[in-house]
Structures are given as structure tokens and as C-alpha cells.
Nanobody, 123 residues
Framework: QAHLVESGGGLVQPGGSLRLSCAAS????????IGWFRQAPGKEREGVSC????????YYSGFVKGRFTISRDYAKNTVYLQMNSLEVEDTAVYYC????????????????WGRGTQVTVSA
């Protein structure tokens, strides 16, 4: 059973940056594909970015490509989402999620969820 804990959310002005962290325990991180999802008020949850267990593959949704970067620190068992050039439309609760299969998590299939961290982009 993997336990995922997100951190790093907060309030930022448009054009600003935040780095989200997803700390994993209970399961070797290199055996998990990790994804970031988000849910804005009144909207469905949507995929943001994913990284495979071996870091050989990454995925970015069209609305964050070029602005967000996903990365992994095996020593800290943590996956990061660096978010730059934030826009008001990026306001949402961001969730970390895991699945053993990279293609499954890209398709939105998740085995483990974190509780989420709030990101608010506002002037």
C-alpha cells in the first residue's frame, strides 16, 4: 500500500511559480508511475503530467506543456511538479497519484491517491 503526501501548494500571482512535491512511502517509488491530476471547482478531475517508474517517459497535457516539469528524486522517494508561468486557470486542487503501469496512469487509471494540495493563482 503506497501512501502519497502532497505539499507545496499555495497562493501565487499570475506569472509566478510553485513547486509541488509528492512524497511516497510504503512502496518503492521506482516501481510506480506517478501522475499529477487537478480538479478545479465545478470541473472534473483532469490529468496534468505523468512520469514512468524508470523516468524514461513523461507526459504533459496540452494546457501545461512548456510550463510545467515533472521530475523524481529517488533518494528522497519524492516526485516534483515544477510549475512556471502560472495562470488563473491553473487554480485547482492538485493530486498526486500512482499506478504500477505508466500507460494506465496516463489513461487516468489510478491505484493510489494523495489527499491533494490547493494551488490558487490570483492577483
Amino acid at each position: 500500500q503506497a501512501h502519497l503526501v502532497e505539499s507545496g501548494g499555495g497562493l501565487v500571482q499570475p506569472g509566478g511559480s510553485l513547486r509541488l512535491s509528492c512524497a511516497a512511502s510504503g512502496f518503492p517509488l521506482d516501481q510506480l508511475a506517478i501522475g499529477w491530476f487537478r480538479q478545479a471547482p465545478g470541473k472534473e478531475r483532469e490529468g496534468v503530467s505523468c512520469i514512468s517508474g524508470e523516468d524514461t517517459e513523461t507526459y504533459y497535457s496540452g494546457f501545461v506543456k512548456g510550463r510545467f516539469t515533472i521530475s523524481r528524486d529517488y533518494a528522497k522517494n519524492t516526485v516534483y511538479l515544477q510549475m512556471n508561468s502560472l495562470e488563473v486557470e491553473d487554480t485547482a486542487v492538485y493530486y498526486c497519484a500512482a499506478h504500477r503501469d505508466y500507460r494506465a496512469i496516463v489513461a487516468g487509471l489510478v491505484t493510489f491517491w494523495g489527499r491533494g494540495t490547493q494551488v490558487t493563482v490570483s492577483a
